[in-house]
């Protein structure tokens, strides 16, 4: 379910190089180390994970944006929009929130999409990490099926994680709450050929992928406690139609 959306130009950021960003190859770079790599590289190749390394050091962020984010965000406001720039590359971003309920999913495990035999999926591709389904559906884009599919990656291992702020996280979002994670996200079509889909009737996959900056404690604990939370979601500007696209996908 999305809640709001906002379009942010990012000018003139105070870094002389941004904490988080998506390189030309598609890895996801914490200040100067690649940290996971997704695919495809092309429209018809199956879409993959690959975790290359743990970040050397966490990403910080200001207080005044910790504190918005753990009492949970329900509007973008223009002081939270504030509060993003720094963070990120020059560029042109949309900002959505919307609630999510994450699934954990391990490598290998039944629940495991990479192992799931779909040839939409590189055959047997171990991520090599954890990561967290949120969504997959099947619409139907003028006659033709669209199947979309979004997950949620962390950047750190789950052994890097505090326990005893996974159990306070839990406590809260058992209670109620719904605080906020902040992900860095990519949209994907892929537009496959017959012999890379199970199913005739579909026609393109969408894939988003939402690499987390903020909340890793927090979407462990929303798995485990199975209920919701919010998540703010950055994309770089992309294709025409892309909002509409990911807005009725959330729906």
């Known amino acids: 379910m999305i809640f709001d959306y906002k379009y942010i130009p990012v000018i003139n950021s105070p870094r002389k190089s941004a904490v988080v960003k998506w390189t030309k190859h598609r890895n996801i770079r914490v200040y100067d180390d690649d940290i996971l ?14 975790k290359l390394c743990n970040p050397k050091q966490r990403i910080i962020i200001n207080e005044q944006l910790s504190s918005t984010l753990n009492n949970g965000i329900t509007k973008l406001d223009k002081h939270t929009l504030e509060q993003i720039p720094p963070l990120l590359p020059n560029s042109k971003y949309f900002v959505i929130l919307s609630e999510i309920t994450p699934r954990l999913c391990h490598p290998g495990d039944r629940n495991d999409i990479f192992s799931s035999g779909k040839k939409y999926f590189t055959c047997n591709n171990d991520p090599k990490t954890d990561y967290y389904h949120l969504r997959t559906a099947k619409q139907l884009h003028h006659d033709l099926d669209t199947l979309c599919i979004e997950l949620m990656v962390p950047l750190f291992d789950f052994r890097q994680l505090d326990p005893e702020r996974i159990k306070y996280y839990q406590k809260c979002i058992e209670a109620g709450e719904k605080p906020t994670i902040l992900a860095l996200s990519k949209f994907d079509t892929l537009f496959p050929e017959d012999d890379e889909i199970d199913d005739p009737d579909i026609m393109s996959v969408h894939f988003i992928t939402n690499c987390i900056i903020d909340g890793h404690h927090k979407t462990y604990a929303a798995a485990l406690a199975n209920r919701p939370v919010t998540l703010l979601a950055l994309y770089e500007k992309g294709v025409d139609g892309f909002l509409e696209m990911v807005t009725d996908f959330m729906q």
């Open 37 to 50: 790599g997704i695919g495809p590289h092309a429209d018809h190749l199956p879409y993959y994970l690959n």
